[in-house]
C-alpha cells in the first residue's frame, strides 16, 4: 500500500497536470475562435464564385475543361489534413482509418497496379505516414497550419500542374469537417478531376440570377474560374482541418482536466484515511503505553 508521502506527491503532480491541461484548453479555444473566424471569412468569396459559375452553367451549357476531363486512373492522389500537433484525442486516428478505406477501395477499383501518392499535411501525420509501404509519401513541410493563402495557392497550383501533366489521374482530399465544437466528422473530397455534379449543386444553390454581359467569352471566364473553383476547395478542406484540430484538442483537454479532478479526489480521499489511520495508530500506542 503507498504511503502518505507517495499519495501527498501524487496529488502535487496530479495538480500540476490539472493547471497544464487546463491552459492547453484556453490556448486552443483561442486558436479554434480565430479558426472559426477564417472558415467564415471564407464563405463571401465561395459564394460569389459558385454564383459566376451558375451564371455560366445557366447561360449556354457545359464548356470543356482538361479540369473536369475524366480518364482512366492509373495513378492516384490523397491529400490528407492531419494535426500539426498532438494531444487531440483520435484525430489523426480517424483520419488514418479513412485513408486505409479509400486506398483499399481503389486497389479495388483500379487495380493493384495503381500507383497511389500521399501528400499529409500537419506534422503528426507526416510522422504517421512516413513509415508507410506500398505508397508513396511526399512532404510539403512550407505547408503547416499557419500557412495563409499564398502559400495554399502553390501546393493547390502544383497539384493542378501534377493532374494536367497527367501525373495524376485523380486527387482526393481526406479531411475532418467542422460542423461543431463536439462534431468533427472524416469526410472524402475529389479536388480533381472538378465534378461535374458538384457544379450542377453551386448552380441549384444559387436561385434566381439576372443576366450577365460577358467580357471576354464565357468559355475563357469559365476556363479561368476553374482553378479557382479547385483552389477554395483546398483552402475550405484546410481551413476545416485546422477548427476541426483546434476543437479536438479543447475536447481531449477537457477531459483530462475532468480525469485529474476524479483522480485528485481519490488521492484525496486516500490520503485523509492514511492519515487518520497514522492518527488511530499514535493513539493506541499511547494509550497502550499508559496501560503498562
Given at each position: 500500500?503507498?504511503?502518505?508521502?507517495?499519495?501527498?506527491?501524487?496529488i502535487?503532480?496530479?495538480?500540476?497536470s490539472?493547471?497544464?491541461?487546463?491552459a492547453?484548453?484556453?490556448?486552443s479555444?483561442?486558436?479554434?475562435?480565430?479558426?472559426?473566424?477564417?472558415?467564415?471569412?471564407?464563405?463571401?468569396?465561395?459564394?460569389?464564385?459558385?454564383?459566376?459559375?451558375?451564371?455560366?452553367?445557366?447561360s449556354?451549357?457545359d464548356?470543356?475543361s482538361?479540369?473536369?476531363?475524366?480518364?482512366s486512373?492509373?495513378?492516384?492522389?490523397?491529400?490528407?489534413?492531419?494535426?500539426?500537433?498532438?494531444?487531440?484525442?483520435?484525430?489523426?486516428?480517424?483520419l488514418l482509418?479513412?485513408?486505409?478505406?479509400?486506398?483499399?477501395y481503389v486497389?479495388?477499383?483500379?487495380?493493384?497496379?495503381?500507383?497511389?501518392?500521399?501528400?499529409?499535411?500537419?506534422?503528426?501525420?507526416?510522422?504517421?505516414?512516413?513509415?508507410?509501404?506500398?505508397?508513396?509519401?511526399?512532404?510539403?513541410?512550407?505547408?503547416t497550419?499557419?500557412?495563409?493563402?499564398?502559400?495554399?495557392?502553390?501546393?493547390?497550383?502544383d497539384?493542378?500542374?501534377?493532374?494536367?501533366?497527367?501525373?495524376?489521374?485523380e486527387v482526393?482530399?481526406?479531411?475532418?469537417?467542422?460542423?461543431?465544437?463536439?462534431?468533427?466528422?472524416?469526410?472524402?473530397?475529389?479536388?480533381?478531376?472538378?465534378?461535374?455534379?458538384r457544379l450542377s449543386?453551386?448552380?441549384?444553390a444559387?436561385?434566381?440570377?439576372?443576366?450577365?454581359?460577358?467580357?471576354?467569352?464565357?468559355?475563357?471566364?469559365?476556363?479561368s474560374?476553374?482553378?479557382?473553383?479547385?483552389?477554395?476547395?483546398?483552402?475550405?478542406?484546410?481551413?476545416?482541418?485546422?477548427?476541426s484540430e483546434?476543437?479536438?484538442?479543447?475536447?481531449?483537454?477537457?477531459?483530462?482536466?475532468?480525469n485529474?479532478?476524479?483522480?485528485?479526489?481519490?488521492?484525496?480521499?486516500?490520503?485523509?484515511?492514511?492519515?487518520?489511520?497514522?492518527?488511530?495508530?499514535e493513539?493506541?500506542?499511547?494509550?497502550g503505553?499508559?496501560?503498562?
Amino acid at each position: 500500500m503507498a504511503t502518505i508521502r507517495e499519495i501527498k506527491g501524487r496529488i502535487i503532480s496530479t495538480k500540476s497536470s490539472e493547471k497544464i491541461t487546463g491552459a492547453m484548453k484556453m490556448i486552443s479555444s483561442a486558436k479554434l475562435r480565430k479558426a472559426e473566424g477564417a472558415l467564415r471569412m471564407m464563405h463571401p468569396y465561395r459564394n460569389q464564385l459558385s454564383s459566376v459559375i451558375s451564371h455560366l452553367l445557366s447561360s449556354d451549357g457545359d464548356y470543356p475543361s482538361p479540369l473536369t476531363e475524366i480518364r482512366s486512373v492509373s495513378r492516384f492522389a490523397f491529400v490528407i489534413i492531419g494535426s500539426e500537433e498532438g494531444l487531440c484525442g483520435a484525430y489523426n486516428v480517424y483520419l488514418l482509418k479513412k485513408l486505409l478505406e479509400r486506398i483499399e477501395y481503389v486497389r479495388n477499383t483500379y487495380g493493384e497496379e495503381c500507383q497511389i501518392t500521399l501528400y499529409p499535411l500537419g506534422k503528426k501525420m507526416t510522422s504517421i505516414l512516413s513509415k508507410m509501404q506500398g505508397v508513396e509519401v511526399k512532404k510539403s513541410e512550407y505547408l503547416t497550419s499557419k500557412s495563409d493563402s499564398s502559400v495554399i495557392r502553390e501546393f493547390t497550383d502544383d497539384l493542378i500542374s501534377n493532374y494536367l501533366s497527367k501525373n495524376y489521374d485523380e486527387v482526393e482530399i481526406i479531411y475532418p469537417r467542422f460542423k461543431s465544437m463536439a462534431s468533427q466528422p472524416v469526410e472524402t473530397r475529389t479536388l480533381l478531376p472538378i465534378d461535374s455534379t458538384r457544379l450542377s449543386t453551386e448552380q441549384d444553390a444559387g436561385g434566381h440570377q439576372n443576366p450577365y454581359i460577358y467580357e471576354p467569352t464565357k468559355q475563357e471566364i469559365f476556363l479561368s474560374i476553374l482553378p479557382l473553383f479547385v483552389r477554395v476547395d483546398m483552402q475550405d478542406a484546410i481551413y476545416n482541418g485546422r477548427a476541426s484540430e483546434q476543437a479536438a484538442r479543447v475536447i481531449a483537454m477537457q477531459s483530462a482536466s475532468d480525469n485529474a479532478k476524479k483522480l485528485l479526489e481519490e488521492l484525496q480521499l486516500d490520503y485523509n484515511k492514511l492519515r487518520q489511520q497514522g492518527i488511530t495508530n499514535e493513539l493506541l500506542d499511547i494509550v497502550g503505553g499508559s496501560m503498562h
